[in-house]
């Protein structure tokens, strides 16, 4: 018994050890596992003339209060970048944009979920990298918030893939309330004051009166010379 229990201990001993030499040899074989990562971008563009009086859009990350401010009913654009930052494909990408308050979105590539802009991307070779350019438009004036006259908002977009991925990113807009301009001028008066005709004081009565007077006595004598 005894020789029995010990050849089954060894055999035991011996194929522990198979295991484990085998799980190595076969372990290096297999590899790093794929990363899987997505990356997406959003700009503001800030609207530049050129000297030829053409009209371009520079992007940037963020506008603050001391750039670019949009007016009421000015048309904005973004420029949304999307990039498989990872080894391997993805797919079913899908970006959703989220507009802010008191700015709507028009005319855009995907389809509209609520105020909410969906865009379809599909699948995404890896380094592979997209581009779409987002068309919004500032609230007009009567909607805007009556008690700002500058204030900033931000722009959040999302992007995900079926393989389990996802991103997000934001990008500020300022936006300036037309002033009022105040009491329209009248025309051809300068200034906007009307002029006024000066009433009749009491002294121009009293001498109206008096030449009145002279002019009826004066008539009368002339009659009675005649006559």
């Known amino acids: 018994m005894k020789k029995i229990a010990f050849i089954l201990a060894v055999i035991t001993v011996f194929l522990l050890c198979v295991a484990s030499v085998s799980t190595d040899a076969y372990g290096s074989y297999e590899g790093e596992q794929p990363s899987l990562d997505i990356l997406i971008d959003k700009e503001v563009g800030v609207p530049q ?49 989220f507009p802010p308050e008191f700015v709507e979105l028009f005319e855009n ?15 995404l070779k890896a380094d592979e990298e997209k581009e779409y350019i987002v068309k919004a438009r500032i609230f007009e004036q009567a909607k805007l918030p009556a008690d700002k006259g500058l204030f ?46 000066p009433a009749a004081g009491a002294e121009h009565g009293v001498l109206l009166m008096g030449l009145s007077g002279l002019l009826s006595y004066v008539g009368l004598k002339l009659r009675k010379i005649t006559a």
């Open 49 to 97: 003339t050129t000297k030829g009086g053409k009209l371009e859009y520079i992007y940037v990350d963020n506008l603050t209060t001391r750039d670019h401010r949009f007016s009421p009913f000015d048309t904005v654009f973004f420029r949304i970048k999307v990039k498989n930052t990872s080894d391997q494909n993805l797919q079913d990408v899908v970006i959703t944009d």
């Open 109 to 123: 590539p995907g389809t509209k979920d609520g105020s909410n802009l969906v865009i379809k991307v599909g699948d």
């Open 152 to 197: 900033c908002v931000v722009n959040r977009v999302r992007v995900e893939a079926k393989n389990n991925v996802s991103d997000e990113d934001t990008a500020q807009l300022c936006v300036e309330k037309e002033v009022g301009a105040g009491t329209p001028t009248s025309p051809g008066v300068k200034g906007g004051a009307p002029k006024k005709v």
